[in-house]
């Protein structure tokens, strides 16, 4: 019995070590083949800060405003077709939010990104290795963005890998401007060179001045979206506040009524894009993911 065991714990210690030979393989491999909404919702979550939710979690999340709310408004109204339509804004609502809340962190963080670019530049003239130059962002850098670079920091002293590290950067980051940082920053570990400095210092220039004419055009462009929200809101609180007399909305409990909230809801849902899509300007893709 003695020999059994000490032969299958020097076993399991060989089978070990042969495992450990081979490489790790990297998050972004296995999450090559994931879902292109899941992966979309994913990055959202992150750019919005709410990096404790999933995208599973966030359909949920969907799923139950929308059957809380069609089951609320179904009792106090008795009309399905009005019930649906505010169910399907309720579900609808928790990724409006998230993206609402990633997109404004996303108008901060443009701003935020040529600082970041002008302390590495300083942390790499001072002749501190990469490392270290990004390890130290969690304490010099800006503050919304010092929680990812001290885990940067925790990441690169437990595993002692840069490549590792940077992708799991890359992963709380979900932002961009994040990604070309970092893959410019893994270039000069892996080939070396001295014009990293000069690299750095052309970034923050174009990072400055990218962020300079986005807030102007946003700035001029926000009456769109604003009048957009506003037109698009205005019919259906009126249905709301009418919905609080059951028998004021008994005419959309028929036939023709429902086919009346369906049309308006279309129109909605189109009019809303087309002013969204005229009005917005397009957000920056992670090509670099």
Wanted: glycine share 8%.
């Amino acid at each position: 019995m003695t020999g059994v065991v000490v032969g299958a714990v020097l076993g399991t210690g060989l089978f070990l070590i042969w495992w450990s030979t081979w490489p790790r393989e990297e998050e972004t491999t296995r999450t090559r083949g994931e879902n292109p909404l899941l992966r979309r919702l994913r990055d959202e979550l992150a750019q919005a800060g709410y990096r404790g939710v999933g995208p599973v979690g966030l359909l949920v999340a969907c799923v139950i405003a929308f059957v809380l709310v069609l089951a609320t408004v179904t009792a106090m109204t008795r009309v399905p077709s009005i019930a649906l339509c505010f169910a399907v804004m309720a579900g609808w609502a928790p990724l409006a939010v998230v993206r609402m809340r990633a997109r404004s962190r996303r108008s901060q963080l443009r701003e935020l990104w040529p600082d970041v670019v002008d302390n590495v530049t300083s942390a790499v003239r001072a002749g501190l290795a990469l490392p270290e130059a990004l390890a130290q962002l969690a304490v010099r850098g800006p503050q919304e963005l010092r929680p990812a670079f001290a885990e940067f920091a925790g990441d690169y002293r437990t595993t002692g890998r840069f490549n590792d590290s940077l992708d799991r950067l890359k992963d709380r980051l979900a932002d961009p401007v994040g990604d070309r940082l970092v893959e410019s920053l893994r270039i000069a570990r892996e080939v070396g060179g001295s014009d990293l400095g000069s690299l750095l210092r052309t970034l923050s220039a174009f990072l400055r001045e990218d962020a300079r004419t986005r807030s102007e055009l946003e700035t001029r462009q926000s009456w769109t979206v604003s009048a957009a929200r506003l037109a698009v809101a205005a019919p259906w609180l009126v249905l709301a506040f009418l919905s609080t007399r059951p028998e004021s909305v008994q005419a959309y409990n028929t036939t023709a009524g429902a086919v009346v909230l369906a049309f308006g809801a279309a129109a909605s849902v189109v009019a809303y894009q087309a002013m969204i899509r005229i009005g917005r300007l397009p957000e920056e893709e992670r090509v670099l993911r």
